[in-house]
């Protein structure tokens, strides 16, 4: 069995995630009756997809780095990647898969508990003030349970192992972002709208 690390992503590599998110947000808002039943049935059915197949695409598709999403949320799990890896990244919150209700509840500011300890990431955040309204930005910080994989890929088979994780049933599977060199920036990491 190979196995993935933290470290190891390259410039130009593309950013893949399997699974969309928005765990956190949701449960938060089920807990105060905020929630709609499918919007909780589909997190719920996200959840209980395995990464097993998810892992053997990405190794079949030479992943440099990966990790899974947990409490840490994307921005922590990314801020790890790019630390152990000595790059910078760029998200595109356009292309984040977020499950249905998430961006409601979190513009409502019904957010998980776990999320202040998150927002205290936002010193990785390169662009962060120009962000901070944009609907998905509450997203990046947001705690997963049962979350999906965040991987690296070399751009030339991204495309490709897109198209296989969709085939395995990964059916929000989404290129979320790039690689690139180390800048001279302390934070490692921007957004795109």
């Not at 993935?4 to 105060?32: E, N, Q, S, W, Y």
């Not at 296989?164 to 599977?173: E, K, P, Q, V, W």
């Amino acid at each position: 069995v190979a196995v993935m690390k933290k470290g190891g992503l390259r410039p130009g590599d593309v950013l893949i995630l399997t699974k969309p998110i928005g765990t956190g947000t949701l449960f938060a808002a089920h807990a105060r009756l905020h929630a709609r039943g499918r919007w909780i049935d589909a997190a719920l059915d996200s959840m209980c997809v395995s990464n097993r197949l998810g892992a053997r695409c990405l190794i079949d598709h030479g992943a440099t780095a990966c990790t899974d999403l947990t409490g840490f949320g994307l921005l922590g799990h990314l801020v790890e990647m790019t630390r152990a890896s000595g790059v910078d990244a760029e998200i595109d919150l356009g292309a984040l898969p977020v499950l249905e209700g998430a961006e409601q509840t979190a513009a409502a500011g019904i957010l998980s508990s776990l999320q202040p300890a998150n927002v205290r990431l936002r010193r990785a955040l390169r662009n962060q003030e120009a962000m901070v309204k944009h609907p998905r930005y509450a997203l990046v910080f947001d705690p997963q349970t049962a979350g999906g994989l965040l991987a690296g890929v070399p751009a030339e088979r991204a495309k490709a192992c897109l198209a296989a994780l969709r085939a395995a049933g990964y059916a929000h599977a989404a290129a979320i972002g790039r690689i690139l060199p180390q800048g001279e920036s302390i934070e490692p990491i921007s957004l795109l709208g």
